[in-house]
């Protein structure tokens, strides 16, 4: 009989690169756990009989089972655990609300020191990298059916990933130049190294997904043309379609949707002219408007370009913030100013036409809204400006309407998303499937790909019998 293992609430912390240093450059700011460390924090795991943190994991991976075998220094095995539910475990590890999920359901978060299983799923799949070479699932025999996906985002990935293995003929198509979708153009380099997010796509092309690049279904071949070639469809086409405030002055030079703003840096590589083509202005004063993930990658990369104040203005108190408090925290050691209870009315503008000032107005918490959280109210009279030459609009995104424009069958919802049923992934176009934040509206990387997996399910169910 197991003997009953002793609680250890030495949660180890992550080695990071000290706040002055890293607001200058775009290196990852956590380095990962060395081998001892992450032995040293899987130890800690009780091994639980009902383990509760795998019910909180949208794709269900045998949280304990990996990490036994980091336990055990049996970090292939650990691996190989992984792997067998989550095809990006080196971007799971990374950016995965796991304070949320699993770590919120550990017995020891009670105690205030959940096991870090984020970092632990990271550490296995860099030591996976670093050994130079990637075990290979077995693969079916082929089925001779093709399947079309279309968006390389994590739902996207994750549906041609098990499509492939089961022995289907992938294709995946991609409107940008590069595939990851939001990983790639979206999440920054300090976050989320690109050459992370190059590796795992590799792997799929090695499992023999196909990847068709530069291809915007919707304008350069409709659903309905490849519904004539492919045996099923899957959409993920994401929710990259920007929010605005919809208030004065929004036309100005030097006002950017937060997808413009991250687009530039990440996949134009505006931070790194003139040795890439897309230059990027160096604003002196600039605020980011919204408090979510988005918010606090755009606050953080306007300081990494060598603003000199970085805001963020948000309506309503730090407790509401939806940011991953991880991210919170480092934005606000690197020195990003956090204007809360605070709401741009106007944008106003220089003789040029470029961003001077907004105007905003101070906001107080009153009832509840239908979100749970307490709904900002205005306080009257109490406008004032802030001098500013650059703002970031990052208060969310619709999902992406070219294929529902260009697909009049295809049923969609209030806000634009595909409507696709829950269990299956099913849209009310026959032999179509559709998951991610096209169906949710934006959402989160494990969500997209648990998505994924249950349309994949459905899929391979439809083409096999
Ligand atoms: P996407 O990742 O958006 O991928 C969709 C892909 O489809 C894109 O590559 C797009 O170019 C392509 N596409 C669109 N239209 C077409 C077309 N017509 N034809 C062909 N291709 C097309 N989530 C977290 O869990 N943790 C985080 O820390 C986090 N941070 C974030 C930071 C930022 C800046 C952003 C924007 C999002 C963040 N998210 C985070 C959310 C998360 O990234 C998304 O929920 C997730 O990527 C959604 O995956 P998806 O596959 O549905 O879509």
């Not at 925290?329 to 209870?341: K, Q, R, S, T, W």
């Not at 990052?394 to 009049?408: F, K, L, Q």
Request: hydrophobic share 40%; proline share 6%.
């Amino acid at each position: 009989m197991k003997q009953k293992k002793k609680l250890n609430l030495n949660r180890q912390p992550m080695p990071k690169q000290p706040p002055h240093i890293r607001r200058s450059n775009f290196k990852e700011v956590a380095h990962g756990y060395t081998p001892e460390l992450a032995v040293a924090e899987a130890v800690r795991c009780l091994q639980c009989k009902k383990p509760f943190c795998v019910q909180g994991c949208p794709v269900e991976i045998n949280i304990p089972g990996f990490i036994e075998r980091i336990a055990e220094k049996d970090f292939a095995g650990a691996i190989r655990v992984l792997k067998q539910k989550n095809c990006l475990p080196a971007v799971c590890g990374r950016v995965c609300p796991q304070e949320e999920q699993c770590e919120q359901l550990c017995i020891l978060d009670k105690k205030g020191a959940p096991v870090a299983i984020g970092r632990l799923e990271r550490f296995a799949a860099e030591w996976e990298a670093e050994q130079g070479k990637v075990e290979m699932p077995k693969i079916h025999a082929p089925t001779g059916k093709k399947v079309a996906v279309i968006g390389s985002g994590p739902a996207g990935v994750t549906v041609a990933g098990d499509l492939v293995v089961l022995g289907h003929d992938v294709t995946v198509y991609e409107a940008l130049h590069e595939a990851g979708g939001v990983l790639t153009y979206g999440i920054p380099e300090f976050r989320l190294p690109k050459a992370v997010v190059r590796r795992e796509i590799d792997y799929l092309q090695k499992l023999g997904v196909k990847l068709i690049l530069n291809f915007v279904v919707g304008k350069t071949k409709t659903i309905e043309q490849l519904l004539d070639k492919y045996d099923a469809i899957f959409i993920g086409t994401g929710a990259g379609l920007p929010w605005f405030m919809d208030i004065p002055g929004e036309n100005l030079n030097g006002i950017y949707s937060a997808n413009e703003y991250l687009t530039r840096m990440n996949l134009m590589g505006g931070f790194n002219y003139p040795r890439s083509a897309t230059p990027i202005k160096r604003h002196k004063k600039i605020a980011t408007v919204g408090g979510g993930n988005v918010a606090m990658d755009c606050a953080r990369t306007a300081l990494r370009l060598g603003a000199e104040k970085s805001y963020i203005i948000y309506r309503r108190s730090e407790k509401e913030l939806p940011a991953r408090l991880e991210e919170t925290e480092n934005a606000m050691e690197e020195g990003v100013v956090f204007n809360f209870l605070t709401l741009p009315t106007k944008l106003i503008g220089d003789e040029n036409g470029w961003l001077k000032e907004i105007e905003c107005l101070r906001m107080e918490l009153g009832e509840p809204d239908d979100s749970g959280r307490r709904r900002p109210v205005p306080v009257e009279g109490s406008e004032f400006t802030i001098p500013m030459d650059a703002c970031i609009v990052a208060i969310g995104n619709s999902p992406n309407p070219i294929i529902p424009d260009s697909t009049p069958e295809l049923e969609v919802g209030r806000w634009g998303n595909i409507v696709a049923d829950e269990k299956t992934g099913k849209t009310s176009i026959d032999r179509v499937w559709a998951g991610g934040d096209i169906v949710t509206g934006a959402a989160t990387v494990i969500l997209a790909m648990g998505a994924g997996r249950v349309a994949a399910r459905s899929m391979h169910e439809f083409l096999t019998s």
